[in-house]
């Protein structure tokens, strides 16, 4: 994982609660092996409405994507974060996102930023009053900063870390082997294994 | 100091537990399938590294296979990541449940079929309802690709301890109403986010009653509304389900695991972070009239009047206008799968609905058995001729038109009474619009062409 810098970008609004997974990217997009190219595919069947939000070309190229709560909700799929991080966003904020969706986007580089409901509807509404302001994302001091707008986001200290680090997580899980396989001596006998 | 059974199955887990860092636990099993496991082996791969324990892990086909004429049925980017799925079995060593096999079908349901889901175990898979393992009395939940490729090098996953909160159901369910609509009930009164950072225990006469299929349905929806993992702590039943099943316990094992399964409770006293009380005498059928699972009423309801600009949105998309009587909306297509929906019981109670009727003349009806060994066992005792007789379409085994990554999928304003678990937009097809119901429900609508109350229909005895 590249390590996580502050970056500005234009923020777009996506003012919508509970926006689940399979909106974010269609089912027939999941039978590719590839885990990248998924860009082209977000939000698929929203896009072929001409005033869909991220069709106004105010928001082109944007990187913070603003939204309501729930975000993510629904399927695992992790290819909603690889198409979101693939189309070019680093941020996602919103009041709060479904439980697998946050930890998925963590583990590729795409920091979903939690702030409370009315700071959200106050970007939500700086970012539709003035289409394709600029938003600053400051993982280090966690802050997102947008015209007079300026909050500061709450993040578990090991996501903050990792991603500010870069952090391969499984290199380090596999140091600790010795107590991985500690636990496995004291494994119950009657656990199922499948030989292949 | 009092336990709930959710802290039990984390202790138990516990590889490493560092303040102010994530817990490592321990993966009993890890089931893979076709779709969200490429990437993790290729990066795997890509690394270096190896599966650290293939024999804790067990793979299948389910989601995009097609329900009828094979692999050779499927388009080609389908067949490529089936077969790579199954290259990646044979590098990695991990026993595959392909296509044609005798064990094949849905991850969910074949996990408990084949005895492989026990009380007191963790498991997780690259799919989110995963939760339905949770019947059982274990920890089990749905992770993304990265983590699958976590669990295949380490067999352990980082995970922040999730709050608890108690679902207490109690009273008999009345008639007509079956473990699909305890679940909707509770989604309807919750919300769809209410359960996000909680794992949730089902307590109760009314969940102590359910079968294990029935628990199974519970539990798999428990993600709908925004928790990762629900579970039922074991008991008798449970253990008369998995008694004897190819990868249960036995002999001695048999009775030592019971003993220690007998100890999987929430001890008296314990405290949740949260409780919810539900009377189950006031549930009904229930049908859902929106675009997510919350948004739904009792089948003798109305489309509700919309609360802002969520629900204006899904009645557009589901062209429906407040004040509609549910039992006027008239449907194209019946599905009866999924892994809400698709085992030996539920394809028995739709089966009971349909014997001697026949599929209305405008609807298209679908049942997809979850797992070749349900589809085998329905087709001993004859259900399969009781659906096609009525004009049922009868298929193989898959997640199918629940998902619509094969070709089983609704065309667009094609409108569809569904047993599976998601009315998202576009989630059976792009233009589809989908209402969750029960199994018996499904099958009444099948017949009545509409959307009906299985009680009123005459078919569920009293």
Known sequence: MKKFETFSGVAAPLDKADVDTDQIIPKQFLRRIERSGFGPFLFFDWRKDPGFVLNQPAYA???VLITGPNFGC??????AAW?????????VIAPSFGDIFRNNSLKIGLLPVHLPAEQVRALLD???EQP???ATVDLEAQRVTMGDLSYRFQIDAHSRHCLLEGLDEIAQTLRLEPEIAAYEERRPAWLPTIPA | MAQTLIQKLWDRHLVRSTPGEPDLLYVDLHLVHE?????AFESLRLAGRRVRRPELAIATVDHNNPTRGGVEAADEISRKQMATLAENCEWAGIRLY????????IVHVIGPEQGLTHPGMLIVCGDSHTSTHGAFGTLAFGIGSSEVEHVLATQTLLQQRTKDMAVNIEGELPPGVVAKDVALGIIARLGVAAGAGHSVEYRGSTVRGLSMEGRMTLCNLTIEWGARAGMVAPDETTFAFLEGRRHAPQGALWQAALEDWRTLASDEGAVFDSEVEIDARELEPYVTWGTNPGQSVPVSGRVPEPHGETDERALRYMALKAGTAIQDIALDRVFIGSCTNSRLEDLRAAAEVVRGRKVHGRVRALVVPGSTPVKLAAEAEGLDRVFAEAGFEWRDAGCSMCLGMNPDILQPGERCASTSNRNF??????????HLVSPPMAAAAAIAGHLVDVREFGLVPA
Request: hydrophobic share 20%; charged share 25%.
């Open chain 1, 61 to 63: 190229g944007s990187r």
């Open chain 1, 74 to 79: 629904g399927s695992s799929r992790e290819h």
């Open chain 1, 83 to 91: 198409s979101l991080e693939d189309a070019g966003y680093r941020a």
């Open chain 2, 98 to 105: 392909g296509l044609g096999s005798r064990q094949q079908g």
């Open chain 1, 132 to 134: 394709g302001v600029e």
């Open chain 1, 126 to 128: 700086l970012a539709q």
């Open chain 2, 35 to 39: 779709v969200t496991s490429p990437q």
């Open chain 2, 425 to 434: 937009e576009g989630r059976q097809g792009a233009g589809g619009r989908t």
